[in-house]
T-cell receptor
Framework: SQTIHQWPATLVQPVGSPLSLECTVE??????LYWYRQAAGRGLQLLFY??????ISSEVPQNLSASRPQDRQFILSSKKLLLSDSGFYLC???????????FGPGTRLTVT | KNQVEQSPQSLIILEGKNCTLQ??????????LRWYKQDTGRGPVSLTI?????NTKSNGRYTATLDADTKQSSLHITASQLSDSASYIC???????????FGTGTLLAVQP
């Protein structure tokens, strides 16, 4: 069976510090991978998606970036965090683009 | 503009009672509609998925309906339990680029 992992589960970072969130998927090959952000009281916002190694599509302009160094690894990064980057970050995978997605447990990021 | 709107924003019910959550969408063309349950601080978990030709689908005490003509869906929860307390998110796949469009969710609290 497939499983998706995210870490860390929670993170508190000062403004201007770097960020690296990691997501890995097990039990499947060549998954489509997604990063979402969920701000307090808001819906899910798609940030990035990837259909393969090294292939990243950005949905919204921001100071975040994503990378996919391995088939089942997806990383969300920032060089300098902003207060507005606080939120709940969810990684998801699907067999095909825009198919039903399976979500990871999420990372709660608080930028202070 | 492709949108997904959910109502109510929040709902409080007593344990054992039934409730119905609404989802209205303007997405066209339409591919499918999913209902997710998201426990606080966790990733969403899929409850049901319905295509254009399906007008009802059940998953235990959860029953989703779809009226593709009026572009409305509902999620009915029967005999609610405390563990039903969560956010319920409606997601429609469709539009010119066939993407996933997320509603902002309904926050359900089941009280003893």
């Amino acid at each position: 069976s497939q499983t998706i992992h995210q870490w860390p589960a929670t993170l508190v970072q000062p403004v201007g510090s770097p960020l690296s969130l990691e997501c890995t998927v097990e039990g499947t090959s060549n998954p489509n991978l997604y990063w979402y952000r969920q701000a307090a009281g808001r819906g899910l916002q798609l940030l990035f998606y990837s259909v393969g190694i090294g292939q990243i599509s950005s949905e919204v302009p921001q100071n975040l970036s994503a990378s996919r160094p391995q088939d089942r690894q997806f990383i969300l990064s920032s060089k300098k965090l902003l207060l507005s980057d606080s939120g709940f970050y969810l990684c998801a995978w699907s067999e095909r683009l825009a198919m039903g997605q399976y979500f990871g447990p999420g990372t709660r990021l608080t930028v202070t | 503009k492709n949108q997904v709107e959910q109502s109510p924003q929040s709902l409080i019910i007593l344990e054992g009672k039934n409730c119905t959550l609404q989802c209205n969408y303007t997405v066209s063309p339409f591919s499918n509609l999913r209902w997710y349950k998201q426990d606080t601080g966790r990733g969403p978990v899929s409850l049901t998925i319905m295509t254009f030709s399906e007008n009802t689908k059940s998953n235990g005490r959860y029953t989703a309906t779809l009226d593709a003509d009026t572009k409305q869906s509902s999620l009915h929860i029967t005999a609610s339990q405390l563990s039903d307390s969560a956010s319920y998110i409606c997601v429609v796949k469709g539009g010119a680029t066939n993407k996933l469009i997320f509603g902002t969710g309904t926050l359900l609290a089941v009280q003893p």
